[in-house]
């Protein structure tokens, strides 16, 4: 077990909403909700909001409410219930308390993934109502604490991990040093103008799991891609912005993002696998600058892969023999219709590949995405009991033989971390990535 | 500027070998060729954890632990970020700036390249050196390095206020500012990101968030009056030192010169500002309506508009042309006076116009081959890299760097040669 779940029955200690909430006053409530509703919303959220019939059906979707004992607080129709269309009917005129279980809703019981618009006769888009609210909790200034102070590191650096500018090339030259021991002439190469391809992760890479980067190198140099990495901030495609609902951030950091790579001469990016970090430039943040599409084509992890392994520009010396089973994650899937890639590159690498079920668009959400595991420790049990549904379904493909769970986003990796922890699973968890390099032939390397 | 009428704008070709330096070292990465031509540079591989920059062939003196960022000089000397024993610097034409630090990047250099300029850190300690000799002040942490058109000002975003992780409200209060020469100034700001020093270089202005919410322009450490819900990054007039910005008004975004709207238009997005050397005129990349980019003169937008991006605004000396790089899905075109060229490449740079304005010139790759495109002709040399033409200084010439067949070639050609 992570942690005692007694915990989450426990009133919620948050900084961040305690602090905004006892500064809030009704007219400024008032005032803020009418204001985003008037200037920020148009035919969409009234469209959504006049055309739901509450029939329900998005219900089953939910995997907070299959999680709690179909309680219907936990279902999408009921967050949109007890939070905008209070917000409407009342015209803005609700409590600092009514705020403060709105936070709670929109940030720490939705993760944004989408599942429900599939499951509603109209296709209504409840993460959009969703992001609507957190967008007048941000300007209200009662966003939890963690992920607030994520936005903040985003706004220094233009990284969600307070990485400084010179621990950014450092640490790909560290990265790029190790790899040659194994392969002597393996290169990071940085700043390359003119490179075909911009290589971009999100923070924890080069703040906790530098081995991702190491991996990613290898990868390139064998397929003999001609890559680059910027030195310079602009280097991270994740945005929690994107989730707290400060948009103009969140336009900021895709502006440098993209600006990078146009500086660079480059003529697709790569990005790690990473799924809400895809949503924010191939959807969010993109959008909100004006571009319809992402201005450079974003190709992201589970695609090129697919496109090395289709090529036959890695090959696979001995494929990784533990039977896996594959979670699809809901931004690149739903978002990003990569499912059947995902596929061809999990039975490109593995020896057996078990399905879970549901799975690909109706697969269950890790329940750390759309900045909920971003909210931090304080909600960690509700986020892990508000996903019994997803234990069930990972101990129905473990039964069906699956020992290895690969999952190729960062969210859904340490939301299934704690998952499997907690409900004593017992998978390994596992990026593309790390099976790819622990698979694939090696020409160049010492022991190769 | 640089004076290039010293440059040999007589002999037509010169030839350095190139691919056999493969042949000398474990590795060869990337070639420079210096601006006049005269000189091709790599960073090489001598052994393991051992490097060297090859010049024309020969090699610097010393080795180091370490080379990256080669890159030239305006004015012709070749920079590379070293490191040797652990510890970082310059190093230009092969001599390491005296002093070292924990580390050292983002190289900058004046418009002549007589001041280079670097971003260090000692001892988590950050600060600016220019020439060697780094900023009396140090912060905790810096980003947006700037350094002023005749280098011999430097600026960046500094904190100057204390705050632990996880205390966002303290954050909130305000811990960063801009510091010039290493001087902050007494205002504290949420954050501060770009920002651009005046050309008599006694001002500085930055974009600036005073909250979560409100952002403004300030200039030498004063906030414009008047906020708005976003601004991008500030440049000064060329002339009269008035601080011009993007500023997003109602959902739309305008341009502000010192905190007063300037344009009639609106725009979807507004940005990268330039104004013409003379200062008479200023453009900018816009989106006129949702998804379409294009070039606006004086608030004028282009009535041609592309899909995905417009970059590389480049104005004639005498400001009375425009050339710009635009995408559409994989093609990259040349825009100039918002005609479109013929000729689409797989990638284009910034267009340089010649300098009696008649001729433009751009370096260009298709099929993994550069080239360079001139007035829409495009040069029948398929090369495996090239740089930017440069034009000599009465416009009659072009000078063409690059590699082919792997060897290295400066050429001297007509500009009517290719022009027809």
Not at chain 1, 104 to 133: S, W
Not at chain 2, 131 to 160: H, R
Not at chain 2, 215 to 243: C, L, M, Q, R
Request: aromatic share 10%.
């Amino acid at each position: 077990m992570s942690e005692p779940a007694k915990k989450e029955q426990e009133k919620v200690v948050d900084q961040g909403i305690d602090v905004g909430i006892a500064r809030l006053t009704e007219d400024k409530i008032k005032h803020t909700i009418n204001s985003v509703i008037k200037v920020e919303t148009g035919a969409r959220l009234k469209a959504y909001v006049e055309t739901c019939i509450h029939c329900g059906l998005c219900s089953e979707a939910c995997h907070y409410y299959l999680s709690q004992g179909n309680d219907p607080k936990f279902s999408p129709v009921g967050k949109v219930k007890q939070t905008m269309w209070e917000m409407l009917k009342k015209k803005g005129k609700v409590s600092p308390e009514f705020m403060r279980r709105a936070v709670e809703i929109a940030h720490t019981e939705c993760n944004l993934c989408k599942r429900c618009a599939q499951y509603c006769p109209f296709g209504i888009d409840i993460a959009y109502i969703m992001t609507v609210v957190r967008r007048i909790i941000h300007k209200l200034g009662i966003t939890p604490l963690y992920i607030q102070d994520t936005a903040h590191s985003h706004s220094v650096t233009m990284n969600q991990m307070w990485v400084k500018d010179d621990e950014w090339p450092d640490t790909l030259q560290w990265q790029e040093e190790e790899a040659q021991a194994e392969i002597p002439t393996l290169r990071i190469p940085l700043e390359k103008e003119g490179a075909d391809i911009m290589y971009s992760v999100i923070a924890p890479e080069p703040k906790f799991q530098a081995q991702l980067i190491y991996q990613a190198a290898v990868i390139m140099d064998v397929a003999g891609v001609n890559w680059t990495m910027p030195a310079t901030p602009g280097w991270d495609n994740s945005d929690m912005a994107m989730f707290t609902g400060d948009n103009e951030l969140m336009g900021r950091l895709k502006r440098s993002h993209f600006e990078t790579a146009a500086r660079l001469k480059v003529k697709k990016i790569v990005m790690g696998e990473c799924g809400h970090a895809f949503r924010s430039v191939y959807d969010m943040g993109n959008r909100w600058l004006g571009w319809k599409m992402p201005p450079i084509p974003i190709v992201h992890a589970i695609e090129f892969y697919y496109e090395l392994l289709k090529a036959g520009k890695i090959k696979i010396a001995k494929k990784y023999a533990t039977p896996v089973t594959l979670h699809d994650p809901c931004n690149v899937v739903r978002g990003g219709g990569l499912e059947e890639k995902a596929r061809y590159v999990a039975h490109a690498i593995c020896e057996e590949v078990i399905e879970m079920h549901p799975n690909r668009e109706h697969n269950y959400c890790c329940c750390a995405g759309g900045g909920v595991i971003n909210c931090g420790p304080p909600y960690k049990m509700k986020r892990i009991k508000g996903n019994k549904v997803k234990a069930d379904q990972l101990f129905r493909a473990k039964t069906d033989g699956a020992e290895t769970l690969i999952t190729p986003c960062h969210n859904c990796h340490s939301g299934l971390h704690d998952i499997v922890t907690h409900y004593e699973i017992g998978m390994d968890i596992k990026f593309f990535g790390d099976i790819i390099y622990e698979a694939m032939e090696k020409p160049g390397a010492i022991d190769g | 500027m640089i004076d290039s009428k010293s440059w040999d704008w007589e002999t037509s070709e010169k030839v350095i070998e190139f691919d056999d330096w493969k042949n000398k070292f474990k590795w060869v990465e990337e070639p420079y060729a210096s601006p006049d031509g005269e000189k091709i540079a790599a960073v090489v591989n001598v052994d393991e954890g051992e490097f060297n920059v090859c010049v024309n062939g020969e090699t610097w003196e010393n080795t180091f632990d370490k080379v990256w960022y080669l890159r030239f000089s305006p004015d012709g000397r070749l920079t590379a970020l070293i490191s040797e024993m652990g510890e970082w610097t310059l190093a230009v034409d092969g001599t390491p700036w005296e002093d070292k630090y924990g580390y050292a990047w983002n190289t900058m250099f004046s418009s002549d390249g007589k001041n280079i300029a670097v971003a260090v850190q000692q001892d988590m300690k950050y600060s600016m050196a220019v020439n060697g000799i780094a900023w009396k002040q140090t912060y905790p942490n810096m980003t947006n390095y700037t350094l002023s058109s005749d280098g011999s000002k430097t600026a960046a975003s500094v904190q100057v206020g204390e705050f632990d992780s996880g205390e966002i409200h303290k954050f909130q209060e305000g811990a960063y500012t801009a510091a010039l020469d290493g001087k902050a100034w007494d205002t504290k700001f949420v954050n501060v990101w770009n920002m651009a020093i005046s050309p008599d270089g006694k001002s500085l202005a930055a974009e600036v968030r005073l909250n979560l919410y409100d952002y403004t322009i300030a200039v030498n450490g004063k906030p414009w009056d008047k906020t708005y819900t976003s601004v991008w990054e500030p440049i000064f007039h060329p002339e009269n030192n008035t601080v011009v910005a993007p500023v997003r008004v109602e959902g739309k975004w305008a341009m502000a010169e010192d905190n007063k709207l300037i344009w009639d238009r609106r725009f979807v997005q507004l940005w990268n500002q330039v104004f013409s050397p003379d200062g008479k005129k200023l453009a900018a990349v816009v989106a006129p309506s949702y998804g379409k980019w294009t070039v606006a003169i004086d608030g004028i937008p282009w009535k041609v508009t592309f899909r995905d991006l417009v970059t590389d605004l480049a104005f004639s000396s005498d400001g009375e042309r425009l050339a710009a790089v635009a995408k559409e899905g994989e093609t990259w075109k040349i825009v100039v006076d918002g005609k479109v060229w013929n000729n689409t490449f797989d990638m284009a740079w910034k267009p340089v116009f010649s300098p009696d304005n008649q001729y433009v010139a751009s370096r260009v790759e298709k099929k993994g081959k550069y080239t360079v495109v001139l007035n829409d002709r495009v040069w029948s040399h398929k090369c495996e890299a090239a740089w930017d033409p440069v034009f000599s200084p009465d416009g009659n010439k072009i000078l063409f760097r690059t590699i082919e067949n792997g060897n290295y070639y400066r050429r001297i050609m007509p500009v009517t040669e290719l022009a027809g």
